[in-house]
Nanobody, 120 residues
Framework: VRLVESGGDLVQAGGSLRLSCAASGRIFSINAMAWYRQAPGKERELVASISTGGSSTYYRDSVKGRFTISRDNAKNTLWLQMSSLKPEDTAMYYC??????????????RGQGTQGTDSS
């Protein structure tokens, strides 16, 4: 399984970014997916997760109402739409695959990450 993130960019506070994660392998459609992030000097944290079929989602409190996670199993793609960005959202963002990822209990596979940065 290979996960490749893209979409990271330098944006100002209040701006928006859409991160994408392209997955290879048929197991994409039978696993939960998640976005984690890790800022320098901080622990990795679960940002949002989505169930296999997309009917259930989870968001950490600090991103609720600002971020939206979605997936298209036919395209093996996961997205994270981020709006009203804050300086504290600056981090390396990783997509992760695995049912335990939905609960923030780790993952079976993870991508290399894409940098989401606030320039303000």
């Amino acid at each position: 399984v290979r996960l490749v993130e893209s979409g990271g960019d330098l944006v100002q506070a209040g701006g928006s970014l859409r991160l994408s994660c392209a997955a290879s392998g048929r197991i994409f459609s039978i696993n939960a997916m998640a976005w984690y992030r890790q800022a320098p000097g901080k622990e990795r944290e679960l940002v949002a997760s989505i169930s296999t079929g997309g009917s259930s989602t989870y968001y950490r409190d600090s991103v609720k109402g600002r971020f939206t996670i979605s997936r298209d199993n036919a395209k093996n793609t996961l997205w994270l739409q981020m709006s009203s960005l804050k300086p504290e959202d600056t981090a390396m963002y990783y997509c992760a695959l695995g049912d335990r990822a939905f609960y923030g209990l780790g993952y079976d596979y993870r991508g290399q990450g894409t940098q989401g940065t606030d320039s303000s």
